[in-house]
């Protein structure tokens, strides 16, 4: 917690200087103080990626359109994906990679409660401007997606009544479309709130991918089966958000299990969905210390 603190400080106070935290990740990426997590060996030159230019940041403030890197953007292309669930349903899907070929690997994301809407897909834009290609599906696709059913709540209760197993085995057809893309099994996961929950599910279900970062999301329905994972796991949690963080020492138990590499990281000051910028509990501050975080674990793990 120490290392957090001292961390936060020295971006508070270079901000000072830059004017906004995203020219400040940016300085410090720049300098190479921002290349490897606090709290974690160093990784040799020659063993990691690191992109060409500076990556998409959270903004500095709300953004109620959802929208912080265009898709137009010439760090990043977009591109038609299709993928389809094991029953052979057409998934709706959202797909972005680097402008240029060369990839560091592919990472899914997992939408939150509302579905595969913009703020989502900006998500995925931002990935894809770290060196990695990006996809989302929505889980309700065969519902006709989040723009069929636009009514938040409408959603929500939707996709509380689908089968995790079969939302899972819906992640797992995404994950094998992506490695078809080229990058083989150089796969990585992250998700929000539901979207963070069932990266732990997909996870505890076996999901072949070299590490995964869950923003604050619900422990699994198996939770022991979390001890056989061989991802590279990050857990991100909030310090308010009291029902979802009260689980991550039972989830920290069987990540210790594993021997395989991880992290879980509670973010001082900061409430359930802090990382989303189209949503009232947006902190842009703890939000790009732990996008920070996230890239650079991926930048470590997916090779």
């Given amino acids: 917690m120490r290392c957090r603190s001292e961390r936060l400080g020295l971006l508070r106070r270079v901000t000072l200087i830059t004017g906004s935290t995203a020219a400040t990740l940016a300085l410090l990426q720049t300098l190479g103080c921002g290349a490897t997590p606090v709290g974690t060996p160093a990784v040799p030159a020659s063993r990691t990626s690191t992109p060409a230019q500076p990556f998409a940041m959270p903004p500095e403030q709300p953004t109620p359109d959802g929208v912080t890197v265009r ?25 972005a990679l ?5 990839q560091s690997g592919a990472v899914l994301v997992v939408h939150e409660n509302r579905g595969l809407v913009d703020h989502i897909k900006d998500v995925v834009r931002r990935v894809a401007t770290a060196g990695y290609g990006a996809l989302a599906v929505d889980l309700l696709s065969r519902e006709g997606g989040a723009d069929a059913l ?13 089968d995790v197993g079969a ?11 992506l490695s078809g893309t080229g990058v083989g099994d150089k796969l990585g996961m992250t ?7 069932m990266v732990w599910n997909a996870l505890a279900a076996g999901a072949p991918v070299k590490a995964a970062v869950p923003f604050y999301g619900p422990a699994p329905q198996d939770l022991a089966g979390l001890a056989a ?5 990050f857990a991100v949690y909030a310090e308010q958000d009291g029902r979802v963080t009260s689980t ?6 069987e990540l210790r ?3 395989e590499p991880y992290r879980v990281t509670v973010y001082p000051g900061v409430d359930h969905a802090f990382h989303n910028d189209t949503g009232p509990r947006y902190n842009a501050t703890q939000a790009a210390a732990a996008w920070l975080d996230t890239i650079n674990w991926f930048h470590r793990y997916v090779r």
Avoid at 150 to 162: G, N, T
């Fill in 71 to 95: 898709p137009d953007d010439p760090r990043i292309q977009v591109r038609p994906l299709q993928v389809r669930g094991p029953d052979g349903a057409p998934l709706i899907s959202y797909y």
């Fill in 98 to 102: 680097p402008a240029s070929t060369a």
């Fill in 150 to 162: 636009s009514d938040p709540a409408a959603y929500a209760a939707a996709l509380s009544k689908r």
């Fill in 167 to 177: 939302m899972v085995g819906d992640l797992r057809q995404a994950l094998s479309t």
């Fill in 191 to 197: 998700g929000f709130c539901f979207g963070g929950g």
């Fill in 229 to 233: 994972t061989t991802a590279a796991v």
């Fill in 248 to 253: 991550k020492d039972a989830v920290e138990a």
């Fill in 257 to 259: 299990r594993t021997g």
